[in-house]
């Protein structure tokens, strides 16, 4: 099975830039799907970014366009989430998730996660 754990959470001014990783362990397949998703009290878990697993292909929620890249390794064991010119609204904790099929932006299609990873922007 594999596991997905987050870093790179920190305190940023608003302006600024951070990655956060998402190392897998275990049995890797290059089918699989993996996503960023940010959660905030009150709010549902939100798609940010995605990476289809064959194609590469990547998708972005409105909000990120422009700003967010999401990256794999070419032994996908490591996803990445660069965010540049960082807002207070993108303060929440992130996840990365991973399923054994197409990129979805539901959370409830996603079978393996983190634990999440805070992400705080300050004014």
């Known amino acids: 099975q594999v596991q997905l754990e987050e870093s790179g959470g920190r305190l940023v001014q608003a302006g600024g830039s951070l990655r956060l990783s998402c190392a897998a362990s275990?049995?890797?397949?290059?089918?699989?799907?993996m996503a960023w998703f940010r959660q905030v009290p009150k709010k549902e878990r939100e798609f940010v970014a995605g990476i289809a697993g064959i194609t590469g292909q990547t998708f972005y929620t409105d909000s990120v366009k422009g700003r967010f890249t999401i990256s794999r390794d070419t032994a996908q064991n490591t996803v990445y989430l660069q965010m540049n010119s960082l807002k207070p609204e993108d303060t929440a904790v992130y996840y990365c998730?991973?399923?054994?099929?197409?990129?979805?932006?539901?959370?409830?299609?996603?079978?393996?996660w983190g634990q999440g990873t805070q992400v705080t922007v300050s004014s």
């Open positions: 998730a991973a399923r054994n099929w197409d990129v979805s932006p539901s959370s409830d299609d996603y079978t393996i």
């Open positions: 275990g049995r890797t397949f290059r089918s699989y799907a």
